[in-house]
């Protein structure tokens, strides 16, 4: 009996021991049960892109690409072109063609845990960037590597407290949500709320998706405003959006920026222009250049070090005393 105890104890003791020495060759997280990267001096990557219906997502696979580039990688890129479904497919095509690694742009939270899990069971490591999944379907440094990105929750909050200052706690709001069940649109959402929730004298009359579209933004913003002639801000969820929401207030006869306060997220060209022109007050940066992050996690997951389940970017602030300065690298 004793003897048997001691032996299993050995047992459990050597078979800790080589899950450490594992570990300790591919990767710290793999003794969690994430699938490993092996070290190798160049590697096969997938990115599966969302859509590519804006500056934003322009600027994004442009940097995975270069930056693919630069480190000598081969990369499958993928464009589900808007549709979850297809970007589940993407990724279950990406896992036939053997990648080492996938980074993924989830287009929503809860369509894409069957990619995520496909690959872990592939023994496919997945980065997820720019975006989030479901966090009670599947949970980084287990199921996936780790989620590097903005905090979103934190945007629609900064979003929400320069909106409480431009307008001293008075506002009648309309917003434009970005696309329905995506990790932004969610947080953003959020984020903004409470801040308005607080603020007794500022009122969310009317909220709805625009798909983080221009065009979109533009619709639904003509319905909102004549349904909502009272209303005195719009906050978009993206810039896409505010500009689309810009050429709206116009074609209703009014003045964006002063008619109607504008801020919205992200930081783009036409963004930052829309706030030198006076038509927007404001726009927290969400940075879409994840290439160097990206790889950089990925190479350090390689070697064993400890990944940490959330990299959250820094991000800026842009309003009438920066954006000229900015316009210039923007995107
Ligand atoms: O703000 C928007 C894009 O997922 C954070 O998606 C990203 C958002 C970004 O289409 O412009």
Redesign the pocket.
């Known amino acids: 009996m004793v003897s048997t105890l001691r032996f299993s104890m050995t047992r459990r003791a050597m078979l800790l021991a080589s899950v450490a020495i594992a570990a300790g060759s591919v990767g710290i997280a793999h003794a969690d049960g994430l699938p490993p990267l092996k070290p190798k001096a160049t590697y096969k990557v997938g990115f599966a892109q969302?859509?590519s219906?804006?500056p934003?997502?322009l600027a994004q696979t442009a940097s995975m690409q270069e930056e693919a580039k630069k480190l000598g990688w081969q990369l499958v890129y993928t464009d589900a072109a808007g549709s979850a479904a297809k970007q589940v497919a993407d990724v279950n095509s990406m896992i036939a063609q053997g990648v080492d690694a996938i980074f993924l742009?989830p287009r929503e939270e809860k369509p894409l845990i069957p990619a995520v899990m496909a690959a872990k069971k592939a023994g496919i490591p997945v980065f997820l960037i720019?975006?989030n999944v479901d966090a009670t379907l599947a949970k980084p440094g287990v199921d996936y590597v780790t989620f590097i990105?903005?905090d979103?929750v934190l945007e629609g909050k900064q979003a929400g407290e320069w909106l409480v200052k431009a307008t001293g706690g008075k506002a009648i709001i309309l917003e434009l949500e970005?696309?329905t069940g995506?990790?932004?649109a969610n947080d953003r959402k959020k984020g903004f709320d409470d801040i308005i929730a607080a603020n007794p004298g500022m009122k969310i009359v009317a909220s709805q998706t625009g798909d983080?579209a221009r065009d979109k933004g533009r619709q639904v913003a003509e319905s909102l405003l004549q349904a909502h002639p009272e209303a005195t801000v719009i906050y978009a969820?993206?810039?896409?959006m505010a500009i689309g929401a810009i050429a709206a207030i116009e074609a209703a006869g009014k003045k964006p920026g002063k008619d109607i306060l504008i801020v919205s997220?992200?930081g783009?060209k036409d963004g930052l222009q829309a706030i030198i022109d006076g038509k927007m007050g404001a726009t927290v940066e969400?940075n879409?250049r994840f290439g160097p992050a990206a790889y950089a996690a990925a190479i350090a997951y390689s070697k064993g070090e400890k990944i940490p389940p959330t990299m959250v970017n820094k991000d800026n602030f842009y309003d009438m005393s920066n954006a000229a300065a900015s316009i210039a690298t923007s995107y």
């Open positions: 969302t859509e219906n804006n934003w997502r742009s720019d975006r990105g903005s979103f970005g696309s995506s990790s932004p983080f969820h993206n810039d896409e997220i992200d783009e969400c879409p």
